[in-house]
């Protein structure tokens, strides 16, 4: 197991040789404190303000629904496609995911095409123009933030499209991360071989979580980063993470992205991002 812990050096725009490097033989690379403190503050405020949202629309919506004993709200006042996962303890009422959350927000609507971001982006699609494929607003809040169990996002994505070699996720970290509020991990180079199978007979979403006889749990990396930086790791990279014990949040944000001109993936609509948002209009 390693323990990454970020230092504060900023890269370029453009991927840099080691940045390919880290993407083709580990799956996943990070870029440290990107955003500064005036822009961090502006996230976590408006990611608050969309929780509060998103709140009061579950406390009025019907469409409540359990899978493997965890529950899920969809709530169409949110938006097309928009899904609330609820914690995993019995009877919490606190959020855990809102999936899309970009329209939610201006800032986040915005965040979608900056450059930071897209630049890199761009190179590793491997298209000239990037579209928005999914996003998602992930909430670890203190003691009670649960656990991600080690997964691939290349098999849930799998029955919607045949781009997966093409959806790069970026996590923008909210919050400082540890082992102690539940940092990031990932499985190093276990995107090589593609869609791994599933935990069969483990529950109705027992197959979306990678089967532990497939990937060595020792290749783990803990991502300690701090507030504003940017993890990029691909969508067949193993990945997950252990509850928050802390006193502490510990929020991030996954856009995912993908080649241009191509519909999102909860939503029948295209969102291009960066310079191509133009032709979007």
């Not at 890269?11 to 990107?34: I, M, N, Y």
């Not at 493997?68 to 949110?78: C, F």
């Not at 996954?254 to 291009?272: E, I, S, W």
Request: aromatic share 8%; hydrophobic share 35%; with cysteine.
């Amino acid at each position: 197991m390693t323990k990454h812990t970020a230092t504060t050096d900023q890269a370029p725009q453009g991927l840099t040789p080691a940045e390919r490097k880290a993407w083709a033989e580990d799956g996943f690379f990070f870029r440290p404190s990107l955003f500064g403190p005036s822009e961090q503050d502006a996230f976590r405020t408006a990611a608050e303000m969309v929780v509060k949202r998103a709140e009061a629309c579950v406390s009025v919506s019907s469409d409540h629904y359990e899978i493997d004993g965890n529950e899920y709200v969809e709530v169409p006042a949110l938006g097309e496609g928009a899904t609330v996962q609820l914690e995993h303890a019995p009877e919490s009422r606190t959020i855990r995911v809102i999936e899309p959350f970009h329209g939610l927000h201006p800032i986040f609507d915005q965040l979608v095409d900056d450059p930071r971001i897209v630049l890199p982006v761009r190179e590793l699609v491997g298209t000239e123009q990037v579209a928005l494929f999914s996003d998602k607003m992930n909430l670890k809040r203190p003691r009670e933030g649960s656990r991600f169990d080690w997964h691939q996002d290349s098999p849930y994505w799998a029955h919607f499209c045949e781009h997966l070699n093409q959806l790069p996720n970026v996590m923008i970290t909210l919050d400082d991360a540890d082992e102690e509020n539940g940092c990031f991990r990932v499985v190093r180079g276990s995107h090589k071989k593609g869609c791994l199978p599933g935990r069969s007979g483990d529950g109705t979403l027992g197959p979306l979580f990678t089967h532990p006889d497939h990937f060595d749990e020792a290749d783990q990396v803990l991502l300690r980063v701090p507030a504003g930086s940017l993890v990029f790791f691909s969508p067949h990279t193993v990945h997950g993470s252990r509850p928050n014990h802390s006193d502490r949040a510990r929020r991030a944000l996954v856009l995912t992205y993908q080649p241009a001109g191509l519909r999102m993936f909860k939503v029948d609509r295209v969102r291009n991002a960066g310079a191509a948002v133009a032709a979007d209009a």
